[in-house]
């Protein structure tokens, strides 16, 4: 094509690690973007609270301001990145330029997860896109896939590895044989995670992800709060031992099921079985698996989180909506088919369950265990106890059959006051062999 | 949405399979169409040349005929979904829908293999989508995750797992220690392989997927017939054995790779270590693995075939082409990088490998086959030698490091000529590690 690159103008709101990688992408993929799609994408305004401390390099022809109102009633500005995350102002910045007739892109996981619908409704008002690529996974094509690739299919499930830190740190305790505190030393050593990593390890992050993910596949909102949440904290040693032993691998999943009116979403570790591929995503990766009808199980994976791999999604957004004219009879992110879904009570949730307790090594031990957990309806389809040892407590590994968390949370406490065992007894649910 | 919904006609050519498929999953979404995207697909004609023979069930309404003209001049038709597959008359009836301004999607790996630069450019200049999701991986978003998700990358390499029959073929004889003869009858039985499998396991079927690939990766045009291939018929169930051994899985891989101005395109069956995700896709499921910048490793993997799975793969493409107006300043799939790119000779294409011989058991031999594969550069990572018998010749399995086709066959046909060897030594490729 030798005819003049139609120009967008861009406004660039947060310039941070994600917004320097977004601009150094776009100059590293200039003459291709020019090339293939006759189009120049000239970032005209960047702001930034802390604009003046930043390094200017590759932004010399950009207006630099601390002032996100000069991008947002810029008449020239076509598209609007907002890359400041949290919910304020990030959501005064994104309706503004939606109201301005601008397209908006986010990475800013929590603002869609909060405020998705509310921003899909306004800009489909104003026919403009929102895209948000880069707020679950990074530049992996998992919003793309869902809203656009397998958009004929009904979603009845979603298997989630979205976390990177959390999926690190269980795979430096596997590989290497760390402990949690030490794995998380070594993650924030390497820049894998941030000083204060609450609200990684606590599976907060992977809970606004999968709100994201839920309204998209089921066209409901769930807030990230009203998930049951467990993190990675209490992932001893020893259960990775004995989870590798048994030819599994400890995840933290978020899972969302949808089953008639009501829906299982929830985030926590969870075994998943050597062969399914799930189990073979490692380190900083990130996985999402979609079980849709009528395509059946699908699996996206790669990088989840990064400069370049953010700034990936942030830019293939850009290309992307650079070329379609948004029709506001097809806007595909809205989407209410199921909002008289109930989220099912975790006491009710039933999965298959990894036990293990500490208990005195003497004859009649298992039996007595294996017969609480029998009185509560609880089947087991194995026991291992390996070591042996007359002074102190040693481990016993059950493998249940299906049960609801209410009746093995019953069978625990009972099991826990029983002076065989000491200590807590562990429990961690098994992932369904769906692949 | 409570306007009425737009109505697109539709014309479909070719009622199998997939056709049939298709049908049934509009008649099964329709709802979910029209109210998520206000929209009605109406298949007003469905021409087959075996329309008289075909159960009329779900397409009572539809006007059937045996010439396909019907459909390509009939104005009202706004979408031609073709399905015969083959070259003739199937970009006959492409090359007529487009110009009529009709938009197109196929499913037909050998037409866009064979043609889709071609077809690309007469469907911009008509300002027409020619979409073909279900050319490769059936429903998997391999095609919109190419042009689309990750579009602002750069690709270095593609590894597919793209054909269902021989991925179940070879996990058959994995699981199951079946023969390649026994496991073929046993896909032939379950509707895996045809009564005629030759282009699925001589490895044509993964050249062509991988034609299509290329071209929209590297935007350079290479035909399936110009790429080495080596199918899976060769696979001997002692060499499946030595692998899992060795902690590999044998998989049959569809591999581009650039490097400055040269790409290797090879399809051939390769060890893929069993902590690669790849090496967990299993039966009828494709995967398939790009290596880009920056975004790193992405892997996308699902059901690759079948009625449904096809079908999704055209219900989508249907759905998404009615959502967006056609720019033909932005034609994605059109694309002419590199052009000037050569394919790489395979004797220069530098792997490393995993080596079988059959050979007498007496002190020496070790050394001598070593000292032939040393004398032509080819360095042996390990060496293992299981099996002990005066009497006949045994396995010796080693793997080498990096080696040039050239240089290895040169060493083999050596070692072949020596009398401590019986029968052809068998050498299978070693994946990088890329994950």
Redesign the interface.
């Known amino acids: 094509?030798n005819n003049n690159p139609?120009i967008i103008y861009v406004g660039l709101i947060g310039y941070g690690t994600v917004g320097a990688?977004v601009v150094k992408?776009l100059e590293?993929?200039k003459n291709?973007?020019r090339?293939?799609?006759?189009?120049e994408f000239v970032i005209k305004t960047i702001c930034d609270l802390a604009i003046e401390e930043k390094d200017k390099t590759g932004i010399e022809s950009a207006k630099l301001t601390t002032n996100y109102e000069e991008i947002v009633t810029d008449p020239e500005i076509n598209v609007v990145i907002e890359l400041i995350g949290g919910l304020t102002p990030a959501k005064d910045i994104v309706m503004k330029s939606l109201r301005a007739k601008k397209h908006v892109i986010t990475a800013n996981k929590a603002l869609i997860s909060d405020s998705g619908k509310e921003l899909f409704e306004f800009a489909r008002k104003q026919n403009c896109h929102l895209f948000f690529?880069s707020s679950v996974g990074?530049?992996?094509?998992i919003i793309?896939?869902m809203t656009?690739?397998?958009?004929?299919?009904?979603f009845n499930g979603i298997y989630g590895i979205v976390n990177g830190t959390c999926n690190y740190i269980l795979t430096e305790m596997t590989k290497k044989g760390f402990s949690f505190v030490q794995a998380l030393k070594e993650a924030q050593k390497k820049g894998y995670a941030e000083s204060d990593p609450t609200l990684d390890i606590n599976g907060m992050d992977s809970a606004h992800k999968l709100a994201i993910l839920i309204y998209l596949a089921f066209g409901k909102k769930i807030k990230a709060t009203d998930m049951y949440m467990e993190g990675i904290t209490q992932i001893a040693q020893m259960d990775i031992e004995h989870a590798t032993k048994l030819n599994y691998t400890i995840k933290l999943l978020a899972i969302a099921k949808k089953e008639s009116d009501e829906i299982e979403a929830r985030v926590h570790p969870i075994l998943i079985s050597n062969?399914?591929?799930l189990?073979?995503?490692?380190g900083v990766?990130n996985?999402v698996f979609f079980d849709c009808d009528?395509?059946?199980?699908?699996?996206?994976?790669?990088?989840g989180a990064g400069q370049?791999?953010a700034?990936?999604g942030v830019?293939?957004d850009?290309?992307?909506l650079?070329?379609?004219?948004p029709?506001a009879?097809?806007f595909?992110n809205l989407?209410d088919?199921n909002e008289k879904l109930k989220i099912r009570k975790i006491d009710n949730v039933k999965t298959k369950f990894y036990i293990r307790f500490m208990a005195i090594d003497k004859p009649g031990v298992l039996a007595t265990l294996a017969g609480v957990l029998g009185d509560h309806d609880i089947s087991i389809n194995s026991v291992s106890q390996k070591a042996h040892d007359k002074m102190s407590a040693v481990p016993v590994v059950m493998l249940t059959d299906f049960a609801t968390e209410g009746m093995l949370r019953d069978a625990l406490e009972k099991i826990q006051k029983l002076p065989i065992t000491k200590g807590d007894p562990v429990a961690i649910r098994i992932m369904e062999q769906l692949?």
Not at 138 to 141: F, K, L, N, Q, Y
Not at 279 to 282: D, F, H
Not at 294 to 303: N, Q, T
């Open positions: 094509m139609r990688g992408l590293m993929r291709y973007i090339n293939r799609f006759n189009t690529e990074a530049g992996i094509p793309k896939s656009e690739g397998v958009v004929g299919n009904k062969d399914n591929p189990a073979s995503i490692n990766y996985a009528p395509l059946g199980s699908i699996l996206l994976s790669g990088e370049m791999a700034a990936s830019v293939s850009l290309i992307n650079s070329g379609k004219e029709n009879n097809l595909c989407y088919e692949w």
